[in-house]
């Protein structure tokens, strides 16, 4: 048998009696039982018709038995398909349209929704939820061991989609390779052991709470506190049993917001890593002050996995995201003609390595609009390199806004817009927000005539986005601020609605 990811990360707990998952409910799974789950799960996607290849989309609550199918989905050699659970019936035509799926798994109280978005692509339905899933029940009388699927370094493990700049969103497909590298880099450099107990809030349907949380969890045998999602009171009552917590810069802030958040409480720490968004220095500094711990800033992308992580020993940095993963080669580079920039100079950044996807699914012109023949990938992040190799982040050539750690692309949200009768155009921008990082306003002009308020753009904007998307504010403008070429100057709007 070779299976390049389930070799590494699961098969070397077959007999480990030490605790893996521990649920809300109470519920402790040891890596033993959790293999043996997985293998159920496994057969049940086989009776399903997966075959090595397929895709099984997952948009499905976070459970012992969500992660159980992602074990099973590298164990049957599938594409591992996650999606966010915010998700609309009408982003998911899309998704499910692009990869054809064989297998599509949801909550249960979604069943009858999709088992007719599936029905036009041929794909099964089964559901995750509570007792009822029936993915879940199938999965109860199987055998506890199944026959591993053979999967080589460059066979994909994971189908993730990101949202472009411009028009759909694209499946970043990651093979067993990129995501193994990965998940040793982090567990090397940030000494993870089986002596560690990691807090888990993040979503499992992003590279942050699904690669860079788990399997660095499973590479090292450590515990992990499966939380649903993040709930400030249940990670205030786990810290002091715990040693390791992945969050995006919000947590640290809502974390910081309560008083009860102190140095004692935190006595058993030992890591604290985030990333996903910026953190602000001024969050680093007051974590600091508060609890004698400096938060470990790591910097990475869907396509890439995790590129660059402030040193474990040594100086972390607020407002750097540190240096280049060993293994992962990252340069400056000047955008338009793609040279290598001296240290100092702001640029692309751009990566190579094992580390970095196999192209987007189906889209050969966008893969080679980002990633060059000589296997260096464009991020669209800018950024600068101290001498020593230090990098930090200064901004972005792509126009994303990321509120709490989500990535929310301002085209989409115009096309929506602008589709409305009576629109004439509009532009969407990200203001600084509080909790959040940023929040998303709509500038809308109206065609002449047109009498539509701010509530009906709203509605229609409700019907189709997840809710993440949807702008806190509309202004209906006169006009939009434009440079002397004509571009929009979302730079003019972003100043003058901050607040
Ligand atoms: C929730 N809401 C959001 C939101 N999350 N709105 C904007 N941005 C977000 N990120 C909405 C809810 O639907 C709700 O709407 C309202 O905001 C308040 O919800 P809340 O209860 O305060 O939020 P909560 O559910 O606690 O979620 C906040 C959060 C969550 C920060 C915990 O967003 C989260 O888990 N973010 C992590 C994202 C992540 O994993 N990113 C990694 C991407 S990978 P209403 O109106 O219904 O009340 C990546 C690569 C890398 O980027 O480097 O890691
Ligand atoms: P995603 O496409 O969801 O994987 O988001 C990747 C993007 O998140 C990157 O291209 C960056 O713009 C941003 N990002 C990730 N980590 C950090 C960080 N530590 N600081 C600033 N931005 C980050």
Redesign the pocket.
């Known amino acids: 048998m070779t299976n390049t990811l389930y070799e590494a990360l699961f098969a070397p707990h077959v007999g480990n009696s030490a605790a893996f998952l521990q649920c809300d409910d109470g519920r402790t799974l040891s890596y033993d039982a959790f293999l043996k789950r997985a293998a159920q799960v496994a057969h049940v996607l086989s009776d399903a018709g997966v075959q090595p290849g397929d895709r099984i989309v997952v948009q499905a609550p976070k459970l012992s038995d969500t992660i159980a199918l992602y074990a099973a989905s590298v164990q049957a050699g599938a594409v591992y398909l996650p999606l966010n659970t915010?998700y609309t019936q009408a982003e998911l035509v899309y998704f499910i349209g692009d990869a054809s799926p064989r297998l599509i798994v949801c909550d249960v109280q979604d069943e009858a929704a999709i088992s007719e978005l599936a029905k036009a692509h041929d794909a099964r339905v089964l559901t995750l939820g509570g007792t009822t899933g029936s993915l879940s029940l199938a999965a109860n009388d199987k055998p506890e061991n199944y026959e591993t699927v053979d999967r080589g370094p460059d066979d994909l493990a994971a189908l993730l989609y990101t949202s472009g700049t411009t028009g759909r969103s694209k499946g970043a497909m990651l093979s067993h390779k990129n995501l193994l590298s990965n998940a040793i880099s982090l567990t090397d450099l940030w000494e993870i052991t089986d002596g560690d107990r990691l807090i888990h809030a993040?979503?499992v349907f992003?590279?942050?709470?699904l690669f860079?949380a788990l399997n660095t969890s499973l590479l090292a045998g450590a515990e992990v506190r499966l939380m649903a999602?993040?709930d400030l009171e249940v990670i205030l009552s786990e810290l002091p049993h715990s040693t390791l917590l992945m969050g995006?810069p919000?947590f640290y802030t809502r974390l910081l917001g309560d008083a009860r958040f102190s140095q004692d409480l935190v006595a058993s720490m030992r890591l604290f890593v985030s990333?996903?968004a910026p953190l602000l220095a001024e969050t680093h500094r007051e974590f600091e002050d508060r609890t004698g711990h400096r938060i470990l800033e790591r910097?990475?992308?869907?396509e890439t996995n995790m590129i660059t992580s402030n040193p474990y020993h040594g100086d972390r940095l607020a407002g750097t995201v540190g240096y280049a993963l060993p293994g992962t080669e990252v340069k400056i580079t000047n955008p338009e003609s793609g040279e290598a920039l001296p240290s100092g100079d702001i640029g692309m950044i751009e990566v190579r390595g094992d580390n970095v996807f196999q192209g987007y699914w189906k889209m050969p012109d966008k893969t080679a609009e980002e990633l060059r023949d000589n296997g260096f990938f464009l991020t669209g992040d800018l950024g600068v390199q101290s001498a020593d190799g230090r990098v930090s982040i200064v901004g972005r050539s792509k126009d994303l806004i990321i509120?709490?750690?989500?990535?929310i692309y301002p085209k989409e949200i115009e096309d929506v817009l602008n589709d409305i009768e009576g629109v004439n155009e509009s532009a969407v921008f990200g203001v600084p927000h509080p909790d959040?990082g940023e929040s998303v306003i709509a500038a809308v002009v109206l065609l002449p005539g047109a009498a539509l308020t701010a509530e009906d753009l709203k509605t229609t904007v409700e019907t189709q986005l997840a809710?993440?998307k949807h702008p806190r504010q509309y202004e209906i403008v006169s006009e939009l601020p434009r440079n002397t070429m004509g571009k929009v100057q979302k730079n003019v709007l972003r100043q003058d609605y901050e607040t």
């Open positions: 915010a993040l979503p992003h590279t942050h709470g860079v999602a993040f995006v919000t990333g996903s910097y990475g992308m869907t509120s709490g750690g989500f990535n959040f809710r993440f």
